[in-house]
């Protein structure tokens, strides 16, 4: 065998071990956090249990975040009838922005303020907006997107864990 040979054949058993690792690999339980949304609603991310959820941290000051707000109201109305939820978590903003900008967007979907940053450091000391976290019924983390999701592969994921059993 040529050193060529045996470098492409050492490199593919590493890579098979890999991701062999990486399946077996448990994904990440989302953290127990409170929400107290303006509703004057309080659950904890063990009460989603059951339900596909989407946690997303943003502010009325973060033009990103703003610009997302109506496809996420979009996946919301979308998907919310399947057991679908969503929690939107203003981070670092004023909660009679947070209302405002609520009520005359008409946001359909929970939305929480973090005044302390407690919820922003039990997910993992979120400091840039938006970030936004799916979990699957089991309460595990499928994926974290850090900015605007990707709509096309978001919805794939929201799907495929809509369709797993809880």
Request: glycine share 6%; hydrophobic share 45%.
């Amino acid at each position: 065998m040529n050193p060529a040979t045996k470098l492409i054949a050492g490199l593919a058993i590493v890579a098979i071990g890999a991701f062999t690792a990486f399946l077996a690999t448990p994904q990440r339980i989302a953290p127990e956090a409170r929400f107290a949304t303006l509703g004057g609603e309080s659950f904890t991310t063990s009460d989603l249990r059951g339900k596909v959820t989407v946690v997303n941290f943003w502010a009325t000051w973060c033009p990103d975040c703003v610009r997302e707000m109506p496809s996420m109201a979009e996946r919301h109305r979308k998907f919310s009838g399947r057991g679908y939820e969503m929690i939107a978590v203003a981070v670092r903003d004023h909660p009679n922005r947070v209302a405002d900008f609520t009520q005359r967007t008409a946001l359909p979907f929970k939305v929480a303020v973090d005044d302390t940053g407690a919820i922003s450091k039990q997910f993992g000391d979120i400091r840039i907006t938006p970030t936004t976290f799916l979990i699957d019924k089991k309460g595990r983390v499928v994926r974290r997107y850090v900015g605007e999701p990707q709509w096309e592969e978001f919805d794939r994921l929201v799907e495929k864990a809509l369709a797993d059993p809880a």
